[in-house]
């Protein structure tokens, strides 16, 4: 597959997880879609990842993505807010912190 192809697929589980009403399952596959995106965008803007177990630079993993995005120049601040969301972690219920959810309220708002 491709990376358009694993976001899109990323992005249709996270619906469906929204539909079911489990937001934080929701959370983590759109983080998975995001983390493929933002690795996509900081990688045409010629940002590479150090990967500091192995020394050496990589594509790096969605959640250095995502700290990358947040000092990102000229990025928009509600983009580096949603980044800093985006690394927060959901239990083992799947369940979120409360200001995170805020991610998942333009998909859920129509359904309210």
């Given at each position: 597959?491709?990376?358009?192809?694993?976001?899109?697929?990323?992005?249709?589980?996270?619906?469906?997880?929204?539909?079911?009403?489990n937001d934080g399952?929701?959370?983590?596959?759109a983080r998975w879609?995001?983390?493929?995106?933002?690795?996509?965008?900081?990688?045409?803007?010629?940002?590479?990842?150090?990967?500091?177990a192995q020394g050496?630079?990589?594509?790096?993993?969605?959640?250095?993505?995502?700290?990358?995005?947040?000092?990102?120049?000229?990025?928009?601040?509600?983009?580096?807010?949603?980044?800093?969301?985006?690394?927060?972690?959901?239990?083992?219920?799947?369940?979120?912190?409360?200001?995170?959810?805020?991610?998942?309220?333009?998909?859920?708002?129509?359904?309210?």
């Open positions: 597959m491709d990376d358009y192809s694993d976001i899109h697929t990323e992005l249709e589980r996270a619906e469906t997880a929204c539909a079911a009403r399952r929701a959370h983590v596959y879609a995001v983390g493929r995106t933002a690795r996509v965008f900081l990688t045409r803007h010629e940002v590479q990842l150090f990967d500091v050496e630079t990589r594509t790096g993993s969605a959640y250095q993505a995502f700290q990358a995005l947040t000092t990102f120049p000229g990025l928009a601040p509600n983009l580096k807010q949603a980044a800093v969301y985006l690394t927060m972690c959901v239990s083992g219920e799947f369940n979120l912190p409360p200001e995170s959810t805020l991610l998942l309220k333009p998909i859920n708002s129509s359904e309210d």
